[in-house]
């Protein structure tokens, strides 16, 4: 708050702690001994919420993720005029979010379309046929954009309290979906408005130590295709980050000595054909065919047409989710990076990764034009799926990643599309297919675009 320059209008502060060790707690007592820390155990966003809507008696409150940093001074008055100025003006319906000017600032619309929610928040509405019939009585204004998840509790914003306490945070709902329920009751309960960003300059602080550092996930498998490089997997192995590596179990006395922060799971090519099941042999028929093989002279002596190649880009994904959803580091934030990177891009100093764009998958691109294919995937038929036009740009799976639900979400969302091209009789690597994901929904990726496709572009940047 040294930004604040007349925190004299602050009436308390309180800190909401959830399930940090005891040791952290009285390092915050001292550190902050004029504010209120209120703790709870039970690791819930909703519950961390409602404890804010139970301790708070203020007309407003300024609600602020510890791992946001302020970078200018502010003025809690000028905000609160600001916050007046909007209420008066604002007629849409939460949550939907799109930046507009209320006199020098920059606020929050927050308004919600059930027509326009995104396809998972669809069918999670869907799933509650009450609550669509509600909602279909409804004569909700139209949306400019699909709704985001999550939104404005975790974003540094001001709050009207009575607002705020009108309606509780489900404890027992999917924290991803935390925001999307408490906003749905606030349609039905007719509230106009939940509150605004802080319209000052604000970014993710971004921690250095072990303890914050991203999971790091890697995979070295046989797939019989060329010599696997040992030595780009063991310079992985010594990053900082906490790390899960999964390892062919052919070699296994390749690697011996592991750092105390890195996982290892051995498994080999098989566990692509069990996974993904059907869907494998699927895959290996229609690279079989003549005009698979035929889209493009470089495919006939290619990697794709090993029957292994095209799953194994997919089962990256599903080994980085498994890892997310287990969590052994307990990090908010996990990335795939392929073994053999080192070999594959020469120029790469050091890794280090940082999504910019919060809550999205994060992914590379680099340009690629065809006529034909899109690694491996037929053109025409991804002008026919896609739902903008091509952007002359594919995606680059050697890197990738973001947090447990955004992995989830796209992974569901990449399966869905896989078996759709597989049923039409077409089939690309995952670049294609995430190509095709964020041409469909693009506010899922967070991209980093490279114009030569070398990743050390990304990393030595």
């Known amino acids: 708050m040294k930004h604040c320059k007349d925190n004299y209008n602050i009436s308390r502060f309180i800190i909401i702690d959830d399930s940090s060790p005891l040791e952290e707690r009285l390092a915050m007592k001292r550190l902050y001994p004029f504010m209120d820390l209120i703790c709870h155990d039970n690791k819930n966003h909703a519950k961390s919420l409602n404890l804010i809507r139970a301790n708070v008696f203020s007309e407003y409150v300024i609600m602020f993720e510890d791992d946001w940093e302020c970078r200018q001074d502010f003025k809690i008055a000028e905000l609160l005029k600001v916050t007046d100025e909007y209420l008066k003006l604002n007629t849409k319906y939460m949550i939907e979010q799109t930046l507009k000017s209320v006199g020098d600032k920059n606020v929050l619309l927050a308004h919600f379309n ?6 998972y928040s669809t069918q999670w509405v869907d799933g ?10 409804m004569k909700l204004e139209p949306a400019q954009f699909t709704t985001h998840h999550p939104g404005f509790s975790l974003d540094p914003c001001i709050v009207k309290t009575d607002i705020l306490k009108k309606i509780p945070f489900d404890e027992e709902e999917h924290q991803s979906l935390v925001e999307l329920s408490y906003g749905i009751q606030h349609v039905l309960a007719k509230t106009k408005i939940e ?15 072990d303890k914050k550092l991203p999971t790091i996930v890697s995979a070295f498998i046989d797939i019989e295709s060329e010599n696997p490089d040992i030595d780009s997997l063991k310079r992985i192995i010594d990053l900082p980050n906490p790390k899960m590596i999964f390892i062919d179990e052919a070699y296994r006395d390749e690697f011996v000595d592991f750092p105390e922060n ?10 692509i054909t069990t996974c993904l099941g059907h869907t494998f042999n699927k895959i290996g028929d229609i690279i079989a065919k003549d005009y698979w093989i035929n889209q493009a002279e470089w ?20 080994l980085l989710n498994k890892v997310a959803k287990s969590n052994p580091f307990d990090t908010t934030e996990f990335y795939w990076i392929d073994s053999d990177i080192h070999s594959t891009f020469t120029n790469i100093k050091n890794i280090e990764i940082e999504n910019l764009k919060q809550d999205t998958m994060f992914m590379t691109t680099f340009p690629y034009h065809s006529e034909h294919e899109l690694y491996g995937l037929d053109m025409n038929y991804i002008h026919s799926i896609i739902e903008s036009p091509y952007a002359g740009k594919i995606l680059c799976a050697s890197v990738f990643g973001g947090n447990e639900y955004i992995i989830n979400t796209t992974l569901e969302i990449m399966m869905e599309t896989i078996n759709k091209c597989i049923s039409d009789g077409f089939i690309g690597t995952g670049e294609a297919i995430y190509t095709v994901m964020v041409h ?7 991209v980093y675009h490279m114009e030569t496709g070398d990743i050390s572009e990304y990393f030595n940047s």
């Open 114 to 119: 059930v027509d326009k929610l995104d396809k």
């Open 128 to 137: 509650k046929k009450d609550l669509r019939k509600q909602l279909g009585k």
């Open 262 to 271: 890195t996982k290892v799971s051995y498994i080999n090519r098989s566990n």
């Open 299 to 318: 495919i006939k002596d290619s990697v794709l047409t090993n029957r292994y190649y095209i799953p194994s880009t997919f089962y990256k994904h599903i």
């Open 440 to 446: 469909n929904m693009p506010e899922l990726f967070g």
């Open 195 to 209: 509150g605004i960003d802080l319209g000052i300059d604000t970014r993710r602080r971004c921690f250095k130590t």
